[in-house]
Nanobody, 123 residues
Framework: QVQLVESGGGLVQAGGSLRLSCAASGGTFSMYVMGWFRQAPGKEREFVSLISRNLGVTYSADSVKGRFTISRDNAKNTLYLQMNSLKPEDTAVYYC????????????????WGQGTQVTVSS
């Protein structure tokens, strides 16, 4: 059983930056593909970015490419999401998730989820 706890959310002006963290415990972190998802008010949860177990291979949604960077530190059991050039449309609750499957953008393939952290971008 893996427990995930996100942190680093907050209120930021458009054009600003935030760095989200996701601390993992209770399992072997390096065995999981990790992903970030987000859910805006009134919308379905959507994929943001994922990273492979050890080689650092990443994939991101078109909406965040060039602005968001996912990374992980397996020694610290921590996942990160560096968010730059933030836009009001990035406002959402951001979730980290873990899967033992191959890299996937489908939230149904993820086994463990954090509680989420709120990111609000003001215009």
């Amino acid at each position: 059983q893996v427990q995930l706890v996100e942190s680093g959310g907050g209120l930021v002006q458009a054009g600003g930056s935030l760095r989200l963290s996701c601390a993992a415990s209770g399992g072997t972190f390096s065995m999981y593909v990790m992903g970030w998802f987000r859910q805006a008010p009134g919308k379905e949860r959507e994929f943001v970015s994922l990273i492979s177990r050890n080689l650092g291979v990443t994939y991101s949604a078109d909406s965040v490419k060039g602005r968001f960077t996912i990374s992980r530190d397996n020694a610290k059991n921590t996942l990160y999401l560096q968010m730059n050039s933030l836009k009001p449309e990035d406002t959402a609750v951001y979730y980290c998730a873990a899967t033992r499957s191959v890299g996937t953008t489908d939230e149904n393939d993820y086994d463990y989820w954090g509680q989420g952290t709120q990111v609000t971008v003001s215009s």
